[in-house]
């Protein structure tokens, strides 16, 4: 089994920065990538930003630029969204995925990020 823990969510103000941090542990084999998705009230959960094993990263249009993925040197079952320049329409519950090599899918518990003056 896998877990996966989401921290760093909170509420800032337009144009603030947040890090969000996700720690996998368990049973973990062999990932083949890592990433962020949101979803804000009333939509469908949407990918954010994704790094692949080899440290290949890809983001949405909605985030380039602003958002940065990356994973811990030392530890590289811990990622990071390093979410700068943040717009109201940046609220949402954050989730964390990992894909195992195998084609297992596994989801953190979300973290909200709130935007807002």
């Known amino acids: 089994q896998v877990q996966l823990v989401e921290s760093g969510g909170g509420l800032v103000q337009p144009g603030g920065s947040l890090r969000l941090s996700c720690a996998a542990s368990g049973s973990i084999l062999s990932i083949n990538a890592m990433g962020w998705y949101r979803q804000a009230p009333g939509k469908q959960r949407e990918l954010v930003a994704r790094i692949t094993r080899g440290g290949i990263t890809s983001y949405s249009d909605s985030v380039t630029g602003r958002f940065t993925i990356s994973r811990d040197n030392a530890n590289k079952n811990t990622m990071y969204l390093q979410m700068n320049s943040l717009k109201p329409e940046d609220t949402a519950v954050y989730y964390c995925?990992?894909?195992?090599?195998?084609?297992?899918?596994?989801w953190g518990q979300g973290t909200q990020v709130t935007v807002s003056s």
């Open positions: 995925n990992l894909l195992m090599a195998g084609g297992s899918n596994f």
